[in-house]
Structure formats: structure tokens, C-alpha cells
């Protein structure tokens, strides 16, 4: 991890659990889930000067059935940005990651009504120039399920549609010497439990069982691109 990243996230950190006491504030806390690296799919740890710019990724993390996206947004994002969860709890993102501060992660589990996306299709995802439509802006996540629209290169912060939150953001730690990326935890609203409720049935025909999909997933997890992770993307 480089030493300003470090230090981002635990400004981060510290900021969020000064933030208050009670539901709200522990809603935007920081939860750290192990540091789990990202390889690719031969199990080789992801480089992440070799991500593509533009280019939607999957992950799973922190459990073997929570999706992740891992942007690299070709340029530098915003740093510390001040977010709120529905609860109105505060909360500072950092910012991205690596060589340029342009790798970010986060749930893709859509804040509105839990879209996510499966083996078989997907209503969510990143849209860079050349995928955007008229309907959904350029450098957006965007969700067509009711067009709630993401920020990446701001903590995912919501600019349109019905989402009452920001997708909650994966930290990560960059290693410069080895080009490397971890996951090591969450921050901003998670809609975990919500999200393992709402899809019991779905999660586990795709995951083998319920509690295979609520697993935490530990050492390493594969980064793979959305197309090719998922048969049919949806691009409003
Ligand atoms: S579920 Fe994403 S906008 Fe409604």
C-alpha cells in the first residue's frame, strides 16, 4: 500500500468513527473484513497498471456472494469526499487507489431495490464514453432498473434515479513495489443483510447454498471482466 493511501484511509477511518453514536452513525463506520488480494482468474495476483481503463471488473467481497466492481477510471478521482448514508450518517471516501489514484471499488449491489449482477444478467454497470446512451451519462454507474445513477470518481455518490445512498465502497490498499491490490473492508452504507434476505432463494442456486453465499471470502478472490463474468449485459 502506498504511504498516501495509507494515510487516506485512515483519515478515513478516523473521520467516520468521530462521526457519532448510535444506528445511524455505525451505518457509515468503516468494517474491516480481512485483507483478501485480487488475482486473476489463474489464481496470479491482479496487476493493476494491466486494468484496463473503462472496464468493468467483478469481484466478490467480503462474502462469496456479495459482487464488487473494480474501476480504473483512467484519471485521478475526488479525495476525501463528504458522503451520507439514508440515515444520514457522514462519512469521508478517500479516494482511488494505485499509480494514479484512478482504481476504485465498490458493492455493486444497487442502493435503490439490490439489483446486482449475476452469471446471467446484468441491469448495473460502469459506462464510460463509448457506452453511454441518452439516458445514462458518460463516467457513471448506472443501474437500468430504475436509472439510479453512481458517481465513481466520488465515493459513488448518487446524481440521479431513486437510490437513497451511495453504492458502499470496498477500500483498497495498493502495493507500488508489486502492482498489487487488496480488498481489506467497507465503508458507507452496506446493504449486506438486507441483500442476503431479499434473494435467500436466488443466492443459493447460485452459490450451492445460503450459507455458502453469506461465507466470508478469505486470501484472495478472482477479479474477472463483467463480460465475461455475466452472459448478458443491459445497457439502457
Ligand atoms: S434497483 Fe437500481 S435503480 Fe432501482
Not at 110 to 120: G, I
Not at 204 to 228: C, D, F, M, W
Request: some cysteine; overall charge positive.
Amino acid at each position: 500500500m502506498e504511504r498516501r493511501d495509507f494515510i487516506r484511509v485512515c483519515a478515513a477511518s478516523a473521520i467516520a468513527l468521530q462521526g457519532g453514536t448510535g444506528a445511524a452513525a455505525a451505518d457509515a463506520r468503516p468494517r474491516s473484513y480481512g485483507r483478501t488480494q485480487l488475482t486473476d482468474d489463474g489464481g496470479r495476483p491482479l496487476r493493476a497498471t494491466r486494468l484496463a481503463v473503462g472496464e468493468n471488473y467483478v469481484f466478490h467481497y467480503p462474502f462469496e456472494g456479495t459482487p464488487c466492481f473494480l474501476l480504473n477510471l483512467g484519471k485521478p478521482t475526488g479525495r476525501n469526499v463528504p458522503l451520507k448514508t439514508e440515515t444520514g450518517a457522514a462519512y469521508q471516501w478517500p479516494g482511488g487507489v494505485g499509480p494514479r489514484g484512478a482504481i476504485v471499488a465498490y458493492s455493486a449491489i444497487c442502493s435503490h431495490q439490490l439489483t446486482y449482477p449475476t452469471r446471467q444478467i446484468s441491469f448495473i454497470s460502469y459506462r464510460d464514453q463509448s457506452t453511454a446512451s441518452r439516458i445514462s451519462k458518460p463516467n457513471m454507474i448506472h443501474c437500468c432498473s430504475e436509472h439510479s445513477e453512481y458517481d465513481p470518481a466520488a465515493g459513488a455518490r448518487v446524481l440521479g434515479g431513486p437510490a437513497p445512498q451511495p453504492l458502499c465502497a470496498i477500500l483498497l490498499e495498493y502495493d507500488a513495489a508489486g502492482d498489487t491490490l487488496h480488498a481489506t473492508g467497507t465503508l458507507g452504507g452496506e446493504m449486506f443483510n438486507t441483500f442476503f434476505s431479499k434473494y435467500e432463494m436466488r443466492l443459493a442456486l447460485e452459490h450451492g447454498s445460503t450459507i455458502r453465499a453469506q461465507q466470508r471470502v478469505t486470501g484472495n478472490t478472482v477479479v474477472t471482466p463483467l463480460k465475461q463474468f455475466c452472459k448478458q449485459q443491459v445497457r439502457c
